[in-house]
């Protein structure tokens, strides 16, 4: 099969046909018909501290790409309740035994990690929410552990997961303030945001209200800073944390009565079926920005790369080559 993968440099992609993968007992075999491109992408390429954390690294061909969205063509014995012609979508677990890569023509995924898409929801919008849409909710329900009536602070809201965040902190019944650059403040309005802060024109830092649930997309903020803007046994959530963080974080709550917590996404069906039927009733948006047939991946990347994207930069597989 086709795969698309990092040259040694580390600065580009190129074709390199591999044998196609046969699905274990409990897992699907996918036909990928969209991919999506993320920053984990680029940890990855430059060899960031976390790159060996998400993907094994040392594996040739390196084939990259999480998110998917495709066609079952093979299931495993027990592979329960999957058929062949099912449209699923979902992204491939960030660890480090993670060989895969879903720019490629199939692969492998267990029956816990991907779901259905619903009726009515596009392969490319699919594609595009897993990651996002997941790290998003994991990290306000599970890791911070935002519920109805709560008050929540997003910062970075413009972006995949900022933007994910707002629409599903809605749909769990949080009151929602978002912070966000000028150009995407009427986006973020559009999703349904309580309070829109254009960080360009506020300095939000300076404000006294305080939040049950602080979400730092932007990575921008330390929990010695972010706690000033918690309510008492409130949460503080970023999506990448310090070796400090990793190393101290949960003395926090023990001096501070508040609590830091670090985003570990993973793809899980009923997480993925939650945000399916959330697209499907309008009570999500997921932006595209573009989508590049896969023989065009270095302009998708560099689209990635650019301050201007709105959205998720969509990979067309099936057909792209």
């Known amino acids: 099969m086709k795969v698309l993968a990092l040259n040694d440099e580390g600065n580009a992609m190129q074709t390199a046909d591999i044998p196609r993968p046969t699905p274990a007992t409990n897992e699907v075999l996918v036909q990928v018909k969209y991919s999506a ?16 954390y998400i993907h094994d690294i040392k594996v040739k061909p390196l084939v990259l790409g999480w998110h998917f969205a495709g066609t079952v063509v093979q299931v495993g014995p027990e592979a329960h309740p999957f058929k062949v012609d099912d449209a699923v979508f979902g992204h491939l677990q960030y660890e480090p035994k993670q060989k895969q ?13 991907l779901a259905l898409i619903p009726p009515k929801v596009e392969l490319p919008i699919a594609a595009a929410s897993a990651t996002e849409s997941l790290t998003a909710l994991q990290a306000m329900r599970d890791d911070g552990g935002l519920k109805e009536g709560d008050s929540f602070l997003i910062i970075g809201a413009g972006g995949g997961v900022g933007s994910a965040a707002v629409g599903i902190a809605k749909a769990l019944g949080a009151t929602v303030t978002a912070v966000c ?7 973020v309005k559009e999703m349904g945001a309580d309070v829109v802060i254009d960080r360009k024109k506020q300095d939000f830092t300076k404000s006294k209200e305080k939040f049950d649930v602080v979400f730092d997309v932007s990575n921008n903020y330390t929990f010695r800073k972010g706690r000033r803007w918690l309510k008492d046994r409130g949460s503080f959530v970023n999506a990448l944390p310090s070796m400090g963080q990793l190393l101290f974080g949960w003395l926090w709550p023990l001096v501070t009565r508040k609590r830091l917590a670090t985003v570990g996404v993973r793809s899980k069906k009923e997480d993925l079926e939650l945000v399916g039927n959330w697209i499907k009733d309008k009570k999500l948006t997921i932006d595209v920005d573009s989508i590049h047939d896969i023989s065009a991946f270095a302009t998708a990347w560099e689209r990635q790369r650019d301050a201007s994207k709105t959205g998720r930069v969509v990979i067309k597989v099936d057909g792209g080559w």
């Open 101 to 113: 890569g879903t720019f490629a023509e199939f692969i492998t995924v267990p029956v816990t990690d």
């Open 37 to 52: 491109i993320d920053t984990a992408l680029d940890q990855v390429a430059s060899k960031g501290f976390f790159a060996a």
């Open 181 to 187: 650059s000028t150009k995407d403040v009427h986006r």
